[in-house]
């Protein structure tokens, strides 16, 4: 800012104060430091205020020149693989949560992120009472939750793909559909926690969870048409699933089958709501450092109401519409 000022690039001429140079803050390197930012009125570092709306901010925004923990890498990690991590919130009191996040590139979805999310959910069932699904990323860029997922890992299908053709990638998508189904039947609720974008396999996985928190600014949808494909890990099924027994199938599917046919994607999480991606009881979450503590309440509040994962359904609802109707013979 001297210099700006020094060359006229500045908007006003007005020096610096000389506290900035000298004193404190020049042998601290800074005005914000780990022990607080420089009061000119009181010379000393005043520290964060402690009001308990910040207790809802898991992960502080960071100040430069302050020292903060590494969503990457803070908490108590139970398990870690090279595609996920699982760990826990080891606060008094917040340990009562286990964590997934992944560790791929943009949070893509390959088979290791379907095994390591499938060990989670073993280990939530076994020790914990819910599973969220969080991302973290580095405070540096300026929010803790990254991209939730850019969908599934295609790069790891394609050479089986040119290899094999389409029965060649058949173990890759019905590992990803049993993954899904993993996350739907779960005995623990599965809440994802989203910002960012969720496409195509991470709007599947989305779709599956018990619940959905997102971020106001969450870009959501099915987007595999926009590179030639079909979604193909359930999200489809998910949409037809929610007709129920009616006369009218096309009428109710209609919108979810167009907004996959486009590759539409939610412009905010309100329009995700209107989309059908996110359920009115769906939680939106206007400030992202909010975003995880949130996220762990509502898995509590399910687990608190004797939550039960949905029953597996037999035959889909339609037929058993259609062979309770009465057959029409002509006279």
């Known amino acids: 800012m001297q210099e700006d000022i020094a060359a006229g690039k500045a908007l006003s001429n007005v020096p610096l104060p000389s ?9 601290k390197g800074g005005v914000h430091t ?46 870690e693989t090279e595609a996920v991590r699982a760990w826990v ?66 790069e790891e299908a394609m050479p089986v793909f040119m290899m094999g053709g389409a029965k060649g990638i058949e173990p890759f998508v019905k590992k ?11 005995n623990v609720p599965v809440v994802s926690a989203l910002s960012g ?3 195509g396999g991470g709007c599947e996985l989305v779709l599956h969870s018990a619940k959905r928190v997102a971020h106001i600014e969450s870009y959501i949808g099915l987007v595999e048409v926009g590179v030639g494909l079909v979604p193909a890990g359930g999200g489809l099924k998910e949409a037809a699933t929610q007709v129920g027994a009616t006369n009218d199938l096309l009428k109710f599917m209609q919108k979810s089958f167009e907004n996959a046919a486009m590759a539409k994607v939610s412009a905010l999480a309100l329009d995700a709501r209107a989309m059908g991606y996110l359920k009115p009881s769906d939680t939106i979450v206007f400030n992202v450092f909010e975003l995880l503590d949130v996220a762990k309440k509502e898995a ?11 029953l597996r359904a037999r035959r889909c609802r339609w037929r058993a519409a259609r062979r309770s109707r009465p057959s029409r013979r002509r006279s």
Do not use: H
């Open 176 to 186: 990803f559909q049993q993954g899904m189904l993993r996350v739907k039947y779960a």
């Open 89 to 154: 919130d080891n606060r008094p009191g917040e340990d009562d949560v286990l964590i997934v996040s992944f560790k791929s590139n943009m949070n893509t979805i390959g088979p290791s992120v379907i095994d390591g999310l499938t060990q989670a959910i073993k280990l939530a069932e076994k020790d914990y009472k819910v599973l969220v699904v969080w991302q973290p990323t580095s405070l540096k860029l300026g929010a803790p939750g990254g991209p939730f997922s850019a969908g599934a890992k295609l």
């Open 34 to 79: 780990n022990e607080g930012s420089w009061s000119p009125a009181s010379k000393t570092f005043v520290p964060r205020s402690s009001l308990s709306v910040y207790e809802k901010q898991v992960f502080r925004a960071p100040l430069a020149g302050e020292t903060v923990a590494d969503p990457k890498t803070c908490g108590k990690t139970l398990f």
């Open 19 to 27: 506290w900035v140079f000298e004193g404190p803050v020049a042998e």
């Open 300 to 310: 509590r509040a399910l687990a608190a109401a004797g939550y039960r994962p949905p």
């Open 197 to 199: 974008i969720a496409l």
